[in-house]
């Protein structure tokens, strides 16, 4: 399945001896089931950044005004936000610009 669009290849078995064998290459429409809605976190493009090993991080700002690396694992990226996987609360505000070169302790001020 392509997650963007939702459009992917299904091979489906037909378990009815009774029924019509299909040519070769027939094509159909199905509607596919992949599970409930769930919630999911949004962060801006811009805060993820890569870390070493191939994993990917953001950066909170705290209530403290210090900076506070999450690890993250990105999922679908559209319209200019990507789906993390990780600690993230609502409330909690990610740096977007600069986010590399920050530090888990740097000090650093939010803006609106």
Do not use: W, Y
């Amino acid at each position: 399945m392509d997650r963007a669009t939702g459009l992917g290849a299904v091979h489906v078995t037909i378990d009815d001896p009774n029924a019509p064998r299909l040519p070769v290459g027939a094509f159909g429409t199905a509607r596919v089931s992949s599970g409930e809605p769930r919630a999911v976190k949004f962060v801006p493009s811009a805060a993820v950044r890569s870390a070493t090993g191939g994993t990917s991080e953001v950066v909170v700002c705290g209530k403290d005004n210090k900076a506070h690396v999450l690890s993250v694992h990105p999922g679908a990226d559209r319209d200019g936000r990507v789906v993390v996987d990780c600690a993230l609360q609502k409330t909690d505000r990610v740096a977007t610009a600069p986010v590399v070169g920050l530090s888990e302790g740097d000090e650093i001020e939010a803006q609106p």
